[in-house]
């Protein structure tokens, strides 16, 4: 089964990507729009079902979403999303199964666990390494911080009608 679901993503990764982008693009494009959700729907449900009886729907299910999360986070690209998806997804697995040896514990659960952890770790680092440039100078009102995107060349957003009262 990982050799039919890494040949397909390999494989069509470009048509995959177009489809699930802009499905009307892709159909403009002259791509079979039908046949590829049909077959990325089969891969999907026969990638969960067989790995249901083996793992277990927790484990399942974390790690389709877990690792996918953590890539949006600090992906750049589809390409670099899909490989720190894995690198994640495969990390946390080895890491969670020595983990669960050591500590006598049910290897699902640790892997999830450790999943998550990477998702907060990665979720807190992007939290404070964007917030400080989220939010900028108190306006010249004195009033409350405004985003830093809002006073750029000069453009701010329409003021409200009081603040147009006060000449703020």
Do not use: K
């Not at 802009?22 to 959700?37: I, T």
């Not at 277990?56 to 690209?77: H, T, Y």
Request: overall charge positive.
């Amino acid at each position: 089964m990982a050799v039919v679901v890494l040949s397909v993503t390999v494989g069509l990764s470009r048509h995959l990507f177009t489809v699930g982008l802009d499905a009307e693009y892709a159909a403009a494009s002259g791509l079979p729009v039908l046949r590829l959700d049909l077959l990325l729907a089969v891969v999907t449900a026969g990638t969960v079902t067989l790995s249901m009886r083996v793992l277990g729907l927790l484990l399942i299910s974390a790690l389709m979403v877990l690792p996918a999360g953590c890539a949006q986070l600090v992906g750049r690209s589809s390409r670099s999303s899909l490989a720190i998806a894995v690198a994640v997804g495969l990390t946390a697995s080895v890491t969670g199964t020595v983990l669960s040896f050591y500590a006598d514990t049910p290897s699902g659960a640790t892997i999830v666990l450790v999943t998550v952890a990477v998702f907060a770790l990665l979720a807190a680092g992007r939290t404070a390494t964007r917030a400080p440039a989220r939010w900028h100078h108190p306006d010249r009102s004195g009033g409350e911080p405004v985003p830093a995107a809002a006073d750029r060349g000069g453009h701010r957003p329409p003021r409200s009608a009081p603040e147009q009262m006060a000449g703020a």
